[in-house]
T-cell receptor, first 114, second 112 residues
């Protein structure tokens, strides 16, 4: 079946640095990818919708300059957390669809900012 | 956009059927009901989805009431590996295909 891969699965960084997370659809093309964020014991919160070849659409309250999203191809979207701070520590998850009605999530990337 | 209501938690004995309810009383005619589950520290896993008719696959069955205001996910023979948070989601009517909003879900614990 369709698979979505995220990398890295875990990352630890120092405060003030930037971290890039990749999301790849391995065997289908995804015109749209979605980025979610999840705090411990909380539900997933949609951050932004990433459209191939155009600017991402951010949910209310999500800083677009803080969370840079690039969707350069039909199989790759990246989320860059810029100037990370401890409060950015979270579980980041991407989701995409091959337009069959099914929606597939990546394995998630756990970011820890020291 | 429709919202869903699920019980916060549910225990189930291994080998028994687990019936997970979900209310979506404000669902619109073209909105689908999706079920996902999330095992701790993993990405959500797709289980099943439906519009009007009952659906079954290798993982579960989805029963949708005739008025579409509620549904039940059935795990026919629960195993310990089915312990997870289960999310019932109604897909929003947006221009973005597949945009989902998650509620709190139901924490299912399968016990031996």
């Amino acid at each position: 079946g369709a698979v979505v891969s995220q990398h890295p699965s875990r990352v630890i960084c120092k405060s003030g640095t930037s971290v890039k997370i990749e999301c790849r659809s391995l065997d289908f093309q995804a015109t749209t990818m979605f980025w979610y964020r999840q705090f411990p014991k909380k539900s997933l919160m949609l951050m932004a919708t990433s459209n191939e070849g155009s600017k991402a659409t951010y949910e209310q309250g999500v800083e677009k300059d803080k969370f840079l999203i690039n969707h350069a191809s039909l199989t790759l979207s990246t989320l860059t957390v810029t100037s990370a701070h401890p409060e950015d520590s979270s579980f980041y998850i991407c989701m995409c669809s091959p337009n069959t009605g099914e929606l597939f999530f990546g394995e998630g990337s756990r970011l820890t900012v020291l | 956009d429709a919202k869903t209501t699920q019980p916060p938690s549910m225990d189930c004995a291994e080998g028994r059927a687990a019936n997970l309810p979900c209310n979506h009383s404000t669902i619109s005619g073209n909105e689908y009901v999706y079920w996902y589950r999330q095992i701790h520290s993993q990405g959500p896993q797709y289980i099943i989805h439906g519009l009007k008719n009952n659906e079954t696959n290798e993982m579960a069955s989805l029963i949708i009431t005739e008025d579409r205001k509620s549904s039940t996910l059935i795990l026919p023979h629960a195993t310990l590996r089915d312990t997870a948070v289960y999310y019932c989601i109604v897909r929003l009517r947006t221009d973005s295909w597949g945009k989902l909003q998650f509620g709190a879900g139901t924490q299912v614990v399968v016990t031996p």
